[in-house]
């Protein structure tokens, strides 16, 4: 695969990530201008309807990149994928909002309920952008990505600038209502760009049996591996009180950039892997993985050095005192990067049907991360929460990758394609 190729997908995939990395600015003017008890119940908030819409995703809307290749099954696949998303999305909500009084007292936490209740209709406004995602996904319509984030982002930004000079941002429903409108709005975009995808009927062969034998294995991976990224924080409410989660969030929110960044390269990724891996080109699959390690593998370990040498305590100054313990959080998460371009293997694996193998592998990761989550927490070590992430990551990465070069047989040495590739370069040049 000649990356020459697909230059204009890729460069509107890294100009949608760099409206997270915009956005995260913003959400840095939310977090200072609210207390972090507060910021705590909205970031638990956000992490239940993430965790949801993450496991939905893996059982119910990864079918249509997966099954949705074949334009004649398109019809029977989308609803498939959008009954069984709506199913896991109602039953989780419900299951959280029957259990809020339960959920309040473990968390010795009230506004939980507040959590509950507006979880379904959270839930609700981002069913439609997740299923109308997987279309845009399927057919690698990044310039379309682009319109969708810049909607969601656009109108989030719009909403909290006219808050903050109002100062009309200072209880958890005031985030939250930013957040709601800015849903619904890119729900609605994400509508309007796929209608004429938005096909639906019974014709096709693909049966609900294949379906599933497909989707609930990988659902059982992306819960199993998106726990420690999502729900920690409900672990760290648990023993620590919401007043940590909120100074802890903000560290999560900065390290993300690192996972919208290698977001983007599974967006490209997979497709490809799904195509490669069906047309039986072994070697063309060989240099695709082995260059999506190298090539992301080396300016990841240039930015950890850089953040953990100092860079990180520039959040102090952005947030303020009452959030310097974030810095801290932040320099133990940044070593979870590190396993990030090990971790693309996921989907290298799930592009070749195997998602049980992604199962055993997710649990495994989920035993360490969690085990070290909660062994932290019961030592009091709340300045440690953090490892949980890194342990996870790292642990999935090397087992992927393990798994993916025992598959199709690429050398180590493949590793450092990055740099061969870049020497090539500059002696074309030179020459």
């Known amino acids: 695969m000649r990356i020459t190729q697909h230059l204009g997908k890729i460069s509107w995939s890294l100009s949608d990530k760099a409206l997270y990395v915009g956005y995260g600015l913003v959400q840095l003017l939310q977090i200072k201008a609210l207390p972090p008890d507060v910021y705590g119940v909205f970031a638990i908030l956000v992490a239940l309807n993430t965790w949801i819409m993450i496991v939905s995703d893996g059982s119910a809307l990864q079918g249509i990149i997966q099954f949705g290749v074949d334009p004649s099954e398109r019809k029977r696949v989308n609803t498939l994928a959008l009954l069984i998303h709506i199913t896991i999305v109602g039953f989780a909500t419900l299951l959280v909002y029957v259990l809020q009084l339960p959920l309040a007292s473990l968390f010795n936490e009230q506004r939980f309920t507040i959590v509950a209740t507006m979880l379904p209709l959270y839930c609700l406004l981002t069913l439609p952008r997740m299923f109308c995602l997987k279309i845009i996904y399927r057919d690698m319509r990044m310039r379309d990505l682009f319109a969708i984030d810049a909607i969601w982002f656009g109108v989030r930004s719009a909403m909290t600038v006219w808050a903050l000079s109002n100062n009309a941002l200072n209880t958890v429903e005031d985030i939250i209502l930013i957040d709601f409108v800015g849903m619904g709005a890119t729900s609605i975009a994400a509508m309007v760009f796929t209608r004429q995808e938005l096909t639906f009927g019974l014709k096709g062969v693909i049966s609900l049996g294949k379906y599933l034998r497909y989707g609930v294995p990988l659902a059982i991976a992306t819960a199993l591996n998106s726990t420690p990224r999502q729900l920690d924080v409900l672990v760290i409410a648990a023993y620590f009180g919401v007043g940590v989660v909120g100074v802890y969030n903000p560290a999560k929110n900065l390290y993300r950039f690192f996972e919208q960044a290698f977001d983007a390269v599974v967006t490209l990724l997979y497709p490809a892997a799904v195509r490669m891996y069906a047309q039986n080109r072994t070697s063309d699959l060989q240099v695709l993985v082995t260059k999506a390690i190298s090539v992301t593998l080396i300016p990841t370990v240039i930015a950890m050095v850089v953040l953990e040498l100092g860079g990180s305590s520039l959040i102090v100054p952005l947030l303020g005192e009452k959030y310097a313990a974030a810095v801290g959080h932040f320099n133990i998460l940044t070593i979870a990067a590190i396993g990030m371009p090990f971790g693309l293997m996921s ?84 020459g």
């Open 347 to 430: 989907s290298v694996i799930a592009a070749m049907g195997h998602s049980t193998t992604v199962v055993r592998f997710s649990a495994v990761g989920l035993v360490a991360g969690m085990g070290t989550l909660f062994l932290v927490s019961e030592l009091g070590m709340n300045n440690l929460v953090g490892l949980g992430v890194v342990v996870n990551t790292i642990v999935v990465g090397l087992l992927c990758t393990a798994y993916v070069r025992k598959s199709i047989h690429f050398p180590l040495r493949a590793l450092t394609r990055a740099f061969t590739d870049l020497r090539s370069v500059v002696a074309r040049k030179k």
